[in-house]
């Protein structure tokens, strides 16, 4: 099945400072997934990428997917505290389920 | 809606003991999944359906069985808890929509197995 490596594990800002999480695979990917989860909730989904270059915003926060479609990021801009949790990638979905990365904690200290 | 719900929220089990984690969601999903996820780690896959009657195994499915009766439900028993299965157990639902799968997250049920 599909994996997904996620860099880095753990990402210490400053309130105000930009982020971006990496997600790689060695295969090519059909699509990739974002979900952020809060300390003590649940994956909430971001986005989806398909296609190859793809690149999609969402106010602060920036989403590419690579040429080749193995690797993707995250970019967030300005971050808030409200932007504390930690950031997945996943591959997959539909009928097989969605393989995930061990994703970025984000930690914003004030 | 409610979404997906589950139950129990918290729950503590000996070794050897048994449970079924229960899961169900309103939003008429085909997809329903079940996932692990251990402490600062990501998300596993353990079983998963894509509808009523049919189910499959993910990437760690031993010592879990699962049932689709309805497409509303989809629990997972654990049979002689062990501690290796101590974790945060999340379902989820899907349906595609224009080649998208989000997928829509229950607020999990974190067992503790001593």
């Known amino acids: 099945g599909q994996q997904v490596m996620q860099i880095p594990q753990y990402q210490h800002v400053q309130e105000g400072e930009d982020f971006t999480t990496y997600c790689n695979s060695s295969?090519?990917?059909?699509?990739i997934q974002w979900y952020k989860q809060r300390p003590g909730g649940h994956p909430v989904f971001l986005i989806q990428l398909v296609k190859s270059g793809e690149v999609k915003k969402q106010k602060r926060l920036t989403f590419q997917f690579g040429e080749a479609k193995k690797n993707s990021s995250l970019h967030i801009t300005a971050t808030q505290t409200t932007d504390v949790g930690t950031y997945f990638c996943?591959?997959?979905?539909?009928?097989?389920?969605?393989?995930f990365g061990k994703g970025t904690h984000l930690i914003i200290q004030p | 809606n409610a979404g997906v719900t589950q139950t129990p929220k918290f729950r503590i089990l000996k070794i050897g003991q048994s449970m079924t984690l229960q899961c169900a969601q309103d939003m008429n999903h085909n997809y329903m999944y079940w996932y692990r996820q251990d402490p600062g780690m990501g998300l596993k896959l353990i079983y998963y359906?894509?509808?009523?009657?049919?189910?499959d195994k993910g990437e760690v499915p031993n010592g879990y069985n699962v049932s689709r009766s309805t497409t509303e439900d989809f629990p997972l028993r654990l049979e002689l808890a062990a501690p290796s299965q101590t974790s945060v157990y999340f379902c989820?639902?899907?349906?595609?929509?224009?080649?998208?799968?989000?997928?829509?997250f229950g607020p999990g049920t974190r067992l503790t197995v001593t």
């Open positions: 989820a639902s899907s349906y595609q929509t224009g080649g998208t799968y989000e997928q829509y």
């Open positions: 996943a591959a997959g979905g539909g009928a097989d389920g969605l393989t």
């Open positions: 359906s894509v509808g009523a009657g049919i189910t």
């Open positions: 295969t090519t990917l059909s699509n």
